[in-house]
């Protein structure tokens, strides 16, 4: 069982950057590839970041290619959204996704994932 906590979320300008978190509980973080997925209101939840166990392998939407990065401590066993040049449009609540998948790689369905945080709000103000 995992449980997964996001922070950071909150307003921020057209343009701007923001970075959020999400912090899971338990000792074995680093056997689970993990991902970031956003919902704007009536919209499907949608992937946006992946990444594997160890951090080799990301992979992105194209829509945030070059602006986001994923990453993550298995230290400290958390997982980061750096998000740069921020648009209105991608205002939703961000959801950090941890999955015990067979294989070591990157995850973008929502189905493939077993655990969700409780999401936090980014909202870009035009």
């Known amino acids: 069982q995992v449980q997964l906590v996001e922070s950071g979320g909150g307003l921020v300008q057209a343009g701007g950057s923001l970075r959020i978190s999400c912090v899971a509980s338990g000792r074995t973080f680093s056997s689970y590839a993990m991902g970031w997925f956003r919902q704007a209101p009536g919209k499907e939840r949608e992937f946006v970041a992946g990444?594997?166990?160890?951090?080799?392998?990301?992979l992105y939407v194209d829509s945030v290619k070059g602006r986001f990065t994923i990453s993550r401590d298995n230290a400290r066993n958390t997982v980061y959204l750096q998000m740069n040049s921020l648009q209105p449009e991608e205002t939703a609540v961000y959801y950090c996704?941890?999955?015990?998948?067979?294989?070591?790689?990157?995850?973008?369905?929502?189905?493939?994932?077993?655990?969700w945080g409780q999401g936090t709000q980014v909202t870009v103000s035009s």
């Open positions: 996704a941890a999955t015990s998948g067979t294989y070591d790689t990157t995850y973008w369905t929502v189905q493939s994932y077993d655990y």
């Open positions: 990444i594997s166990r160890r951090g080799v392998n990301t």
